[in-house]
Nanobody, 126 residues
């Protein structure tokens, strides 16, 4: 059974930075494309970034390009999301997710993911 556990959320002022981590257990970590998603109250869960199993393919939603960086450490079975220049409208619960399905390398489609963490709250104050 694959389990994902996020950490690193918290309260930060606008313009500040946070680094989220997602530790994965079960399965073979390098098989998984890993994604970060976020969901604000009353809104749909949206994709933020994704990274392929070997880190060679990376995708970002346009709104975070140049500010967020997704990375992974396959020796530690962990994926990261470095978030800089945070904005109040990015307040949300952030989730990591994993998929090993065919043709899903660095996918940004929520429905492509099979495994999800419990989420970590990120609050950006103005």
């Amino acid at each position: 059974q694959v389990q994902l556990v996020e950490s690193g959320g918290g309260l930060v002022q606008a313009g500040g930075s946070l680094r989220l981590s997602c530790a994965v257990s079960g399965g073979t970590f390098t098989w998984y494309t890993m994604g970060w998603f976020r969901q604000a109250p009353g809104q749909e869960r949206e994709s933020v970034a994704a990274i392929s199993g070997n880190g060679g393919f990376i995708s970002y939603v346009d709104s975070v390009k140049g500010r967020f960086t997704i990375s992974r450490d396959n020796a530690k079975n962990t994926v990261y999301l470095q978030m800089n220049s945070l904005k109040p409208e990015e307040t949300a619960v952030y989730y990591c997710a994993a998929t090993a399905r065919a043709k899903t390398i660095a996918t940004m489609r929520r429905n492509d993911y099979d495994y999800w963490g419990q989420g970590t709250q990120v609050t950006v104050s103005s």
